[in-house]
């Protein structure tokens, strides 16, 4: 199965639609009047929908097993053609578009075994989806696609050169996925007064996101909260707790981690931690979504 682990749970939602067509209206008038052989058509086929979308990952390989928190099957009668929606709804770390096509077609296979031993003439004419919310990809399309970044590696084995950087790296890429541009990409030891001149001269340069990596730890050179905290205008707890949330679900050791953000004027100043997996996935907690930022700070243009 595809990797979601680094996802983040949100409201997922998918509408579904088959067609059932039988080949005469007196197929119609049964099902209206209730006198189909087998049962009520809509009442046993919404039940084996709703039983079907359950079982989902069992049939289909690499579909994850996921929580199914709402379902609905709507019908509409139209001549001939019987026209069923199908509606899932979670909250999770991955969509539900599969799921709800899936019991889509289960209803309409249902209303065929149902149907066919007083019309030889039915027709399965489409399953298809027809939307579906929830996730990254949602929000695409919503965020500025000018902004600019500074990202600083807070490190003194990295600023010697001991140890490679890897935590800014994986900033940059994130970054650049997002389509937001880095313009500076450098490497400073653990000093306040650095960390502090750095802030200070990305800000006045108009660098929309100052992302420092390294020093939210708990050593005695660890500075980097102390060194921003001073400078900002606003603190953002969501931010924060948004990023400890996201890895302690994956590391007990999160707690341990001082995290920043706060905005000087209208820069985004965020303080990462220095490991790898640490930076990447305070990235990926946050990102892209936090960029909705510049929408409030500086208007919803677009280039």
Do not use: W
């Amino acid at each position: 199965m595809v990797d979601i682990t680094h996802k983040s749970t949100t409201l997922r939602t998918a509408v579904a639609q088959a067609i059932v067509k039988v080949s005469k209206e007196e197929t119609i008038a049964a099902i209206k009047n209730d006198t189909v052989p087998k049962g009520n058509v809509f009442a046993m086929s919404k039940a084996a929908g709703l039983l079907g979308v359950k079982r989902t990952p069992d049939i289909l390989p690499d579909c994850h097993p996921i929580p199914i928190e709402f379902t609905s099957v709507e019908y509409d009668i139209n001549g001939l053609e019987i026209s069923v929606l199908f509606t899932v709804k979670t909250i999770y770390k991955t969509g539900v578009e599969v799921e709800a096509m899936h019991g889509a077609s289960v209803v309409a296979l249902n209303m065929y075994d149902m149907l066919k031993p007083i019309d030889k003439g039915i027709e399965i004419l489409q399953i298809k989806l027809l939307e579906k919310k929830g996730g990254k990809s949602d929000f695409t399309d919503r965020f500025r696609k000018d902004l600019s970044a500074a990202v600083i590696v807070c490190s003194d084995s990295i600023s010697a050169g001991e140890k490679e950087d890897r935590a800014g790296k994986a900033i940059k890429g994130i970054l650049q996925d997002c389509n937001v541009n880095v313009v500076h990409y450098i490497i400073i030891p653990d000093e306040k007064d650095m960390i502090r001149e750095k802030a200070r001269i990305f800000q006045e340069q108009g660098m929309d996101l100052i992302i420092y990596t390294g020093g939210t730890g708990l050593s005695k050179r660890d500075v980097t909260p102390e060194a921003l905290e001073p400078l900002l205008d606003r603190r953002i707890p969501g931010i924060e707790e948004a990023i400890r949330s996201y890895g302690q679900d994956r590391t007990p050791f999160s707690m341990l981690s001082r995290s920043i953000a706060g905005t000087i004027k209208n820069t985004l100043v965020l303080g990462l931690p220095g490991s790898t997996n640490g930076a990447k996935e305070s990235m990926e907690a946050i990102f892209p979504s936090v960029l909705h930022i510049f929408r409030i700070l500086k208007g919803a243009r677009h280039d």
